[in-house]
């Protein structure tokens, strides 16, 4: 069963699946058309006399210059064979000439925010023409998804100085924007469309519970601390589960304890408690033992062991959801404080969800530029597959949720110029001394079920012994590890 939030009432309700599964038509190298390619722009034209520099300028903003420059790229070897199969042999349609089109200038928009104070002109003028080419409301995947890229470049531009607006200051600062700007209704909509869109909440939520399930079997008194418990959903249906089971001991009580922020917005501790305040009356309709408490991360949102309440007896389990696709940015700071605290506490269990890193592209912030097309080009087709016919619906989730996700991204990539989190924290664990749990067969198979109920694009693949790894075609999109610490007897 899968959790809900019915917009009217703020309440949490049980729905079952009402996912529509359609079948993929298209090849598994869809995605890999940008894999390997980054156009080169000559830097030496920006230093050569006014009227070179005008000329360059004035070949962005001429679309026949545009489709010289896509043909030659493509013809140049720097494309792989597989992008000028899937982009020229198979379908010569306008549409994926213009995807091609726009792919060019945005690559070459962030290679020159990338060149320096002499190349901003440049990245003006590109930015300018995008703006004439797409839009967030309407087009294709690739003209939506280009719009919100554009919008991220433009808001870097604006922060660097090369626009009079504040909107770009907003992003450097906070390192997403206008997340909280949406109403709440907005928000609760987006969150339901996303989850009966895709299967990336679920696959995450249900991945970690049924890895506590199984690792609390006997256990009358379970303590799960979690880093980032947003909605809470993902606690109703480990609830369920803990009630309807057939054999072992009594329904064990279950205590959470939620990190809160002092932020505004999700994560706060206004909203930790309505959480808390959902999560206590759906677990007495259902007659669940349950208990909600709160810890605060101090200003740097850092986690602090020793503020946690601990109690003799109950098997401790931390859970920690990272970047799904409406989850809030969290530093990686105050994340590695608290999976280092989680190594002092010695917990039964870890959970982590991530987004899967996979091999990094070399070339700084325009390296990253181009895998972050890659990442959310394969994760706005998933979408389509979803609600084809229901644009408005994408429309919402990728207004509320995805926009403002590339728009903080790109900000963290070009302030840190591509060397910000190169590294998964699945990596990372093993390296502080955690052990890998392995992932059940039961497991694997409930992964697999879930995402059969949406689109056949979907796969789902154990990597080691305690990593499922959920990807759309040939791109690996979030990853699911467990771990426990090295005086476990699991």
């Not at 729905?15 to 890999?32: E, I, K, M, P, V």
Request: charged residues 20%; proline residues 3%.
């Amino acid at each position: 069963m899968a959790m809900a939030i019915d917009n009217n009432t703020y309440e949490l309700v049980l729905s079952g699946y009402s996912t529509t599964t359609t079948t993929a038509t298209s090849d598994d190298h869809d995605h890999n058309w940008m894999k390997y390619w980054s156009p080169v722009v000559d830097w030496e034209a920006l230093s050569r006399d006014h009227n070179d520099y005008q000329d360059l300028i004035e070949s962005v903003m001429d679309d026949e210059s545009l489709d010289h420059l896509a043909r030659d790229k493509s013809n140049s070897g720097s494309v792989s064979t597989d992008t000028d199969t899937m982009l020229v042999d198979e379908d010569a349609s306008a549409d994926n000439f213009k995807g091609l089109r726009l792919v060019h200038l945005l690559i070459a928009a962030a290679e020159a925010l990338a060149g320096g104070n002499e190349s901003r002109e440049l990245a003006r003028v590109i930015l300018v023409r995008l703006k004439e080419l797409v839009s967030p409301k309407n087009g294709t995947n690739m003209e939506r998804l280009a719009a919100y890229f554009t919008d991220a470049l433009q808001i870097l531009h604006d922060g660097l100085g090369g626009g009079s607006g504040s909107h770009g200051k907003h992003l450097i600062t906070n390192g997403f924007y206008h997340r909280y700007n949406h109403h709440q209704t907005d928000v609760l909509s987006a969150f339901q469309l996303l989850q009966d869109m895709c299967p990336y909440v679920k696959f995450g939520h249900f991945t970690a519970n049924q890895a506590i399930l199984e690792a609390v079997t006997d256990e009358n008194r379970i303590h799960i601390v979690d880093y980032d418990i947003m909605e809470g959903i993902q606690w109703a249906s480990l609830m369920q589960a803990l009630v309807s089971r057939k054999d072992g001991p009594p329904v064990p009580h279950l205590r959470i304890t939620a990190l809160t922020r002092g932020s505004n917005g999700r994560g706060s501790i206004w909203s930790v408690q309505v959480t808390g305040r959902h999560l206590i009356a759906f677990a007495a309709s259902i007659g669940q033992p349950f208990s909600f408490h709160q810890c605060r991360l101090d200003s740097g949102e850092t986690f602090k062991p020793s503020a946690l309440k601990l109690v003799k007896g109950e098997a401790l389990v931390m859970n920690c959801m990272l970047r799904l696709p409406h989850f809030c940015y969290r530093s990686p700071t105050s994340v590695a404080s608290f999976l280092s605290g989680a190594k002092i506490l010695n917990p039964m269990l870890v959970t982590l969800v991530e987004e899967d890193v996979g091999p990094r592209i070399d070339g700084g912030f325009v390296g990253r530029f181009i895998d972050s097309i890659h990442y959310y080009s394969a994760m706005y087709d998933s979408l389509e597959a979803g609600f084809p016919m229901q644009r408005g619906s994408r429309a919402l989730v990728e207004r509320v949720f995805l926009g403002p996700q590339i728009a903080g991204s790109l900000g963290r990539i070009y302030r840190s110029r591509g060397e910000e989190e190169t590294k998964s924290w699945w990596e990372w664990m093993g390296g502080i001394g955690f052990k890998p749990v392995n992932i059940s067969s039961a497991n694997h198979c409930q992964a697999k079920l879930l995402v059969h109920l949406f689109n056949d694009g979907y796969r789902v693949e154990e990597l080691g012994s305690n990593r499922l790894v959920l990807g759309w075609k040939s791109r690996r999109l979030l990853s699911a590890s467990i771990w426990t610490s090295s005086d476990s007897n699991l």
